[in-house]
């Protein structure tokens, strides 16, 4: 069955520090693997996706994630951290063989500390 | 842009009411979803449908019932709620695929529901 992991549901950085927010994932097959941020009071928005192509993907916002095979895992990473950047940020899964729907993880919550 | 709309932001419902959650999108996505959103337990799926009159649960049915009887709609109806069903519900929806591909889910804004 699929899963995903993050690592550490609150996560607390300097504005101008490097963002890191972890990510380990299960899977049966090859997955499809998917950053959302959720900012205060609204919906789910898309980050980035990793889709089997390039393993190095870069989203919107000056976010990157890396997809490792061998580790599984598709941490999140920004070199510099803005204020804006503060909301809860989720990883997700594609839902196995032939499966249209989403395995999230249990988020992390990014505060920036000015 | 896709757009998903959401019926309500903020709900208050009373305990054994029955509550029914719309949700609208306007891109001809076949597949949509209903998720609730708790803390520390991120996104857990509760139903979802490939399409008009198909329906699937997910991984925390109980207590809930959906109904998709147009493609662009999707309703969750909660039968009697309960205080244990307070809590945030988004919707998503996502273009269905073969094999090979898998698109990303949109979101609407979600629905706050408190039952007292």
């Known amino acids: 069955a699929q899963s995903v992991t993050q690592l550490g549901s609150h996560v607390s950085v300097s504005e101008g520090a490097l963002v890191l927010l972890r990510c380990n994932y299960s899977?049966?097959?090859?997955?499809?693997l998917f950053w959302y941020v959720q900012y205060p009071n609204q919906g789910l928005q898309l980050l980035l996706k990793?889709?089997?192509?390039?393993?190095l993907v870069k989203g919107i916002n000056g976010f990157e994630a890396e997809f490792k095979k061998s580790e599984t895992s598709f941490h999140l990473t920004k070199p510099s951290a803005h204020m804006r950047d503060a909301a809860e940020y989720f990883c997700?899964?594609?839902?196995?063989?032939?499966?249209?729907?989403?395995?999230f993880g249990q988020g992390t919550r990014l505060t920036i500390n000015p | 842009d896709v757009k998903v709309t959401q019926s309500s932001r903020y709900l208050v419902k009373r305990t054994g009411e029955k509550v029914f959650l719309e949700c609208v999108q306007d891109?001809?996505?076949?597949?949509m979803f209903w998720y609730r959103q708790d803390p520390g337990l991120g996104l857990r799926l509760i139903y979802f449908?490939?399409?008009?009159?198909?329906?699937e649960k997910g991984d925390i049915p109980e207590g809930y019932s959906v109904s998709r009887e147009k493609k662009e709609r999707f309703s969750l109806i909660l039968e009697s709620a309960s205080t244990n069903q307070t809590s945030m519900y988004l919707c998503?929806?996502?273009?269905?695929?073969?094999?090979?591909?898998?698109?990303?889910?949109?979101f609407g804004p979600g629905t706050r529901l408190t039952v007292t």
């Open positions: 998503a929806s996502s273009i269905k695929r073969t094999s090979g591909s898998f698109d990303e889910q949109y």
């Open positions: 990793y889709t089997s192509a390039a393993t």
């Open positions: 891109m001809d996505h076949e597949n």
């Open positions: 449908s490939y399409d008009v009159k198909m329906k």
């Open positions: 899977s049966s097959v090859p997955p499809y």
């Open positions: 997700a899964v594609s839902g196995g063989q032939g499966a249209q729907k989403l395995v």
